[in-house]
């Protein structure tokens, strides 16, 4: 029998040498005559492991990481194809600690599963939840989602099946599923990672959502940084529709649903819902004033389930095992897990999957182990380019929707960048306004020019020029801003920015004094 | 990467495959863009009577998305991620020590190379990050880019 060996075809394993890893694999094992059958699977997500290479043995599988080419060789002389013992052994990829604490509900089958095999998919689960759901009615689906609690991944937190109702219960010739996968913030990776390493599960969930609210169009959005995640959506639509699960008798229920995608055009703001319907009809992607809701007048006018990647991909599982399983999780009205992703100056970087609940502190030191620079930590942005930064003394804040928002951040989309001591807070704060005003729409007048006024001023304050007065007027702008703008651009850019002004003034002070 | 060189006849061809799917024009722009490279100025009004709509908005999509140019593409393309999780772990030295190595300026370019910022690459526990010719490098230096590019060209 042939052994099988995993190495993970992730992007971001593929950018320190993944490849490479798998070729040399290939070739010395051909030269040893042994007979091998490698895996390309997502990534476990315990990115400062990787590259981390797995072989399957009758104990389970077994790890070894990081590997590089020059690895390869002793390798195989450790008999690493059969387990044995090497300096880059890690043990049982199951009792690895960092992955062993974690709770994984959406991301359960990336870096298990050969991310398009329909086979390993059922095996591990899949698409159970979509054979629930065909014996449910519309009513019962949605029901059950509102009861999870599950609320919207993608920033806003705003339940899911509250959302799924107002589509249901709106009539129309004609509804549509669009699945953000816009993910632009920086410091954030997940739905990339399930994208390339699980994008069944996104499926699932999307053709979930239809069945839910009697769409039988859908669309994935995907940003252009993201060619490989399109592809291997791509193909796993194609395989889906070759398995009779997409298109018009949805595994043999007699009902319609078909999955297409779209590319961006490398633009941030089209991660807003409402730019990101322009962008999938073809437009310039300027934000639409709200109301009407996108649940009632959404693509093509038609009403429209806007989800992001992550909370789609949870609802297979949430009709799979229940609501009660999943409300299980979580603290107060952020129930639940949450996909973290640890960024940055990080010396342990990758997706951390646990209940709402834990703390920044647990996170950034435990999972994080500290900086990468081995530099004191100084701030950790949360949430993304739209997020606060937090200083040391914030680390005990719980990672859930509502106590982020009490201690002046948000969550966003789960994405934790950590800064060591050598970050000057007051260009962060500039480049928060210089990437407002490169990526505004220009719909609306705070985001538009705003940005540019603020970058201005900020840099009137590196500059120690009347430091006190532009301060002042600095906020006087973060208010116009936020309070004036139509989306979250230009509303929440203030938000880095009074975070870095109030946490770390003696970065915007100092010049005054130099 | 091999383009075809502009025509009008090979450019009726790739929109004939366009412009009937919802919403057009942006993926009009998008398949003229992957097949020559770029989206020559005379294409706008191609792509505006294919798609049934005006020149002012196939012009108006053209100019917002950073993705699409008017102008032939460089032999290589290097973008550098600037955003906060690369900034935290050097991309602002990257940027320069690239444009040292590469003798040319971001968002410069000249008929063999071009360096242009990038918002995030999704690989933000394994910066700084690059991408050249659409090959993503984590954990980048200046010299890596340098050589991968010699590699390529």
């Known amino acids: ?514 | 990467m091999l383009f075809t060189p502009w025509s009008s006849q090979a450019a009726s061809a790739v929109l004939d495959a366009t412009c009937e799917k919802p919403g057009p024009v942006l993926i009009s722009l998008q398949a003229l863009q992957n097949e020559f490279g770029y989206v020559p100025k005379e294409a706008v009004e191609m792509v505006a009577k294919a798609c049934n709509v005006s020149r002012a908005d196939v012009h108006g999509v053209l100019t917002f998305y950073h993705d699409l140019r008017t102008s032939p593409p460089p032999k290589n393309s290097v973008r550098i991620c600037v955003a906060e999780a690369c900034q935290s772990v050097g991309s602002r030295k990257l940027v320069e020590d690239a444009e040292k190595v590469f003798g040319t300026q971001m968002e410069e370019s000249n008929d063999d190379i071009e360096l242009k910022p990038v918002y995030c690459l999704g690989n933000c526990a394994l910066g700084p990050s690059a991408m050249v010719d659409g090959e993503l490098i984590g954990r980048a230096t200046a010299n890596d880019l340098h050589h991968l590019v010699k590699a390529k060209s």
């Open chain 1, 1 to 514: 029998m042939s052994i099988r060996i995993y190495v993970p075809k992730d992007a971001a394993v593929r950018s320190i040498g993944a490849d490479l890893v798998a070729l040399a694999i290939e070739a010395e094992s051909a030269r040893r005559g042994l007979s091998i059958d490698i895996v390309r699977n997502g990534t476990r997500g315990a990115l400062w492991l990787e590259p981390m290479v797995e072989v399957e043995t009758n104990e389970g599988r077994v790890a070894y990481g990081p590997v590089t080419v020059a690895d390869v060789d002793s390798l195989f002389d450790s008999s690493f194809h059969t387990g044995g013992r090497h300096k880059l052994s890690l043990g049982l990829t199951e009792d690895i600690a960092w992955l062993a604490r974690q709770d994984r509900v959406t991301f359960a089958r990336v870096g298990v599963i050969d991310p398009l095999s329909l086979a390993d998919y059922q095996e591990h689960g899949g698409l159970v939840g979509l054979r629930r759901a065909l014996t449910l009615q519309q009513e019962e689906i949605v029901t059950e989602v509102t009861q999870s609690g599950l609320r919207g991944r993608g920033g806003a937190g705003f339940p899911a099946g509250i959302k799924w109702r107002t589509v249901m219960a709106t009539a129309s010739d004609q509804k549509f599923i669009c699945c953000n996968a816009d993910e632009g913030d920086s410091g954030t990776f997940a739905d990339r990672m399930l994208m390339e390493g699980d994008p069944f599960t996104l499926l699932e969930g999307m053709t979930i959502a239809g069945l839910a609210v009697g769409a039988t169009e859908a669309v994935v959005y995907i940003r252009s940084e993201y060619p490989a995640a399109y592809a291997t959506v791509n193909q796993a639509i194609k395989l889906a529709r070759a398995f009779g699960w997409l298109g018009e008798n949805v595994l043999g229920s007699g009902r319609a649903f078909n999955i297409r995608t779209r590319l961006g055009g490398g633009s941030y703001v089209c991660g807003e819902e409402t730019a990101m319907l322009e962008s999938i009809e073809g437009k310039r992607g300027v934000v639409r004033s709200k109301p009407p809701l996108p649940a009632i007048f959404g693509l093509f006018g038609k009403p429209t389930v806007i989800n992001n990647v992550l909370t789609l991909a949870t609802v297979p599982a949430i009709l799979a095992d229940g609501a009660d399983a999943y409300m299980a999780r979580g603290v107060g009205r952020s129930v639940g897990t949450q996909v973290f992703q640890l960024a940055g100056n990080i010396a342990r970087g990758g997706i951390v999957e646990t209940a709402f609940g834990v703390t920044l502190g647990e996170l950034v030191n435990d999972f994080g182990a500290g900086t990468l620079s081995g530099l004191p930590l100084r701030a950790v942005q949360v949430g993304g380019p739209l997020g606060a930064y937090l200083p040391v003394s914030s680390l005990n804040v719980s990672m859930d929707y509502e106590s982020l928002l009490a201690a002046g951040g948000m969550l966003g989309h789960g994405g934790v960048v950590v800064f060591d001591e050598s970050v000057d807070m007051a260009q962060q704060a500039k480049f928060a306004m210089e990437f407002c005003a490169v990526e505004s729409c220009g719909k609306c007048t705070p985001c538009r020019l705003g940005s540019t006024r603020g970058a201005e001023t900020i840099l009137k304050i590196m500059n120690g020029e009347d430091v006190q007065g532009n301060k002042k007027l600095l906020l006087d702008l973060c208010e116009v801003m936020t309070d004036g703008s139509l989306c979250a651009m230009g509303g929440l850019t203030p938000l880095p920015v009074r975070s870095a002004m109030l946490h770390f003034n003696e970065d915007f002070d100092r010049r005054a004094r130099a």
